[in-house]
């Protein structure tokens, strides 16, 4: 059993030789449930290892409190935390086989030699050290970056610590072994049934691991939800615009009157280029009824754009400006009137010329609305 607590939890750097005072986490608040494998995810200087180092015991708390199972753990001090941390630089020991790395830090605590012979083994056995070579026996420096990374989740496993920490392990891994070693330490939550907390600034990485998300920015968190729950309802601009990938589609505008009592979402634009104009449903028209003459930023999906111009979806006109075809997919990058739009179709033969003009229909039955001066999001 292991529960994460963190309450009213700030790191302030004081001022320090002409340097202002640095707020690196501000008043975070969440719980990480037993078994649970959360990720923290935002762009690099949030704050994301700030939190897991204090978590860990390696960073001092400047306010609030951190508890394991109902104990406030801020004094213990990290040794004593039953807390295992896997970081970006795994730091094995050059001259020591892989078998004294994993097995080194049980040493250091007197566990006897058979049982740490038995999880060594277990650990290795779990994370493919054994087979189809046996690597307990070499050197850091005969293993590929990739089975390093596995000596170091290795280390941390052997410890069978209460919850896990994991600070970017995978950065420096090669496109193909990160993702072979997400779906590795995926499996391994599920093996393991253990409490994981997990720190990454790209937001497939959290897509794809997290039971639940927490995003940050500027050291305040800004959401705390499950990865679809983000994808399909997020609090605000900023979540919107980093999760996913490619990127939801922003356009600026206002909301005008249309005819039956409905709203009209009118692009901004100079001329003499011509706005994208979107009446909304009578439903959404409502919620938004005392957004009419009012500024607003709408966001839809690339897939909610379609190449097929439909008359029952508005046609979002524009320039084609670049065709990137992924295989099963292809990304259309086009250019209105003053808005970048991306549009992710399974249509792969579409015979589109670049520099062409493009008409798309545009699915707004789930777009979402944003205050431009508040950047939350509107109900709708
Ligand atoms: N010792 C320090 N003194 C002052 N500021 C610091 C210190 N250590 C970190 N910071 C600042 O605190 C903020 C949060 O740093 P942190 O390392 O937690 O970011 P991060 O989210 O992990 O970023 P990255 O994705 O780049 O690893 C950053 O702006 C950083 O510059
Ligand atoms: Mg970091």
């Known amino acids: 059993m292991a529960k994460v607590l963190i309450e009213n939890l700030y790191k302030i750097y004081p001022a320090e030789k002409g340097r202002p005072e640095k707020i690196a986490v501000d008043n975070a608040n969440f719980e990480i449930q037993d078994r649970e494998f959360m990720v923290l995810v935002g762009p690099s200087g949030c704050g994301k290892t ?49 078998y004294r790395n994993m097995a080194f830090g049980l040493e250091l605590r007197g566990v006897p030699k058979d049982e740490i012979r038995r999880r060594v083994d277990s650990a290795a056995k779990i994370l493919g050290l054994l087979e189809p070579d046996n690597l307990l026996e070499r050197k850091p420096k005969a293993l590929s970056g990739g089975q390093r990374q596995r000596v170091a989740l290795g280390r941390a496993i052997v410890r069978k610590p209460k919850a896990f920490l994991f600070d970017e392990p995978l950065s420096n891994l090669d496109a193909k072994m990160r993702v072979e070693t997400r779906t590795e330490i995926s499996k391994l939550h599920r093996q393991l049934d253990s409490t994981m907390i997990y720190v990454t600034h790209d937001q497939t990485e959290a ?10 920015r500027y050291g305040k968190i800004q959401q705390i939800a499950a990865p679809l729950e983000l994808y399909h309802r997020p609090a605000n601009l900023f979540v919107a615009g980093f999760i996913g990938s490619p990127p939801m589609n922003l356009l600026q505008g206002t909301l005008g009157a249309a005819p039956n009592g409905t709203l009209e979402f009118v692009e901004k634009v100079t001329s003499p280029h011509l706005p994208f104009r979107g009446v909304l449903s009578t439903d959404t028209s409502r919620k938004l009824s005392s957004r009419q003459g009012k500024e607003v930023i709408l966001g839809f999906r690339p897939e909610q754009l379609h190449p097929n111009a439909t008359s029952s979806n508005p046609t979002l006109q524009g320039i084609l400006e670049v065709v990137e075809p992924m295989g099963a997919e292809t990304y259309l990058y086009l250019k209105t009137g003053a808005h970048s739009c991306i549009c992710r179709t399974t249509e792969t033969d579409l015979g589109l010329k670049e520099g062409s003009k493009i008409n798309l229909g545009v699915d707004l039955s789930r777009a979402a609305f944003f205050d431009p001066k508040t950047e939350e999001t509107i109900p709708t």
């Open 207 to 216: 897509m794809t691991m997290a039971d639940r998300i927490v995003v940050m």
């Open 50 to 98: 700030t939190t897991l180092r204090m978590v860990a015991g390696l960073e001092e708390i400047t306010r609030g409190s951190i508890y394991l199972d109902g104990k406030k753990i801020n004094e213990v001090p990290p040794k004593d935390r039953d807390i295992a941390m896997v970081f970006q630089n795994y730091a094995l020991y050059p001259h020591m086989s892989v």
